[in-house]
């Protein structure tokens, strides 16, 4: 029997906007990252100090846009954003940034010039999964949509300089996610948007497949249809399009944000 493949193009209803002005792109980028962190709050990952999404600068590509340290991504505004350079020096905003964090960002952006955002929390799927120091299996549909372009990072299990940083990056390689074991999940994308339903994904599947490993041995979808689902449902077009249901709730919700 001959295996359907699915084009993701056939569910495309909307897309990501084209921008006549690098403000007007800006803009757009510090809105859906604070929408993205708001999202975030919302599923219970604002914890503390810890978790962080940074986002290019549509100009200057070097520059990156980062959550603040130290403030709820519950209460998080487009004007608490900051702009900070590789080095973790504030360029615009007031707030302090996470500088171990930045640290694995910076190098991830640096390493991948693809990579537009990056989302890391400390989810509580995310971490019970990361300390089992194993990758994802495609047990179901979602998790399909991770199949082949998740890594597992195993060191360095924290980044202190940029020289452990890079080494964090090197281990990422071209993936999409990665788990750092004993730590948690990061996730990448060509928008934000992308980046955070690869995470939210992530998380999902994380907690689906805890569940099934405690009640027995959940199956796997085989090689050719979980990559056929990979196609389709984890392109980044997929990913981009899957987000804007959540956005389209936080807008309504959460008018505040962009202040």
Not at 36 to 60: I, K, M, N, Q, Y
Not at 215 to 243: D, I, K, N
């Amino acid at each position: 029997m001959r295996s359907m493949a699915i084009d993701s193009n056939s569910f495309i209803t909307r897309e990501p906007p084209v921008f006549d002005t690098v403000e007007a792109e800006r803009r757009h980028r510090l809105e859906r990252l604070a929408g993205v962190c708001r999202v975030f709050g919302r599923a219970g990952f604002s914890e503390g100090l810890l978790g962080h999404v940074t986002v290019r600068d549509p100009e200057h590509p070097e520059l990156l846009w980062a959550s603040p340290m130290g403030l709820s991504w519950n209460q998080l505004k487009v004007s608490d954003l900051v702009q900070v350079d590789h080095e973790g020096t504030i360029l615009a905003g007031s707030r302090p940034v996470n500088p171990v964090g930045l640290l694995l960002h910076a190098a991830i952006h640096e390493a991948r010039p693809e990579v537009t955002a990056v989302c890391h929390a400390h989810s509580l799927h995310g971490k019970a999964w990361a300390s089992l120091g194993r990758p994802l299996d495609p047990i179901s549909q979602d998790a399909c949509a991770l199949y082949g372009v998740q890594a597992l990072v195993r060191e360095p299990r924290v980044a202190l300089d940029r020289s452990t940083a890079a080494q964090f990056a090197a281990a990422l390689g071209g993936a999409r996610v990665a788990i750092q074991a004993g730590h948690g999940l990061f996730s990448t994308g060509q928008t934000v948007d992308e980046a955070a339903w690869w995470f939210l994904v992530m998380e999902r599947a994380c907690q689906v497949q805890l569940m099934a490993e405690a009640a027995g041995t959940p199956e796997h979808w085989p090689h050719e249809a979980a990559l056929a689902l990979q196609r389709g449902t984890g392109s980044p077009g997929f990913g981009w399009l899957s987000f804007q249901t959540l956005w389209d709730e936080i807008v309504v919700s959460d008018p505040d944000l962009f202040g």
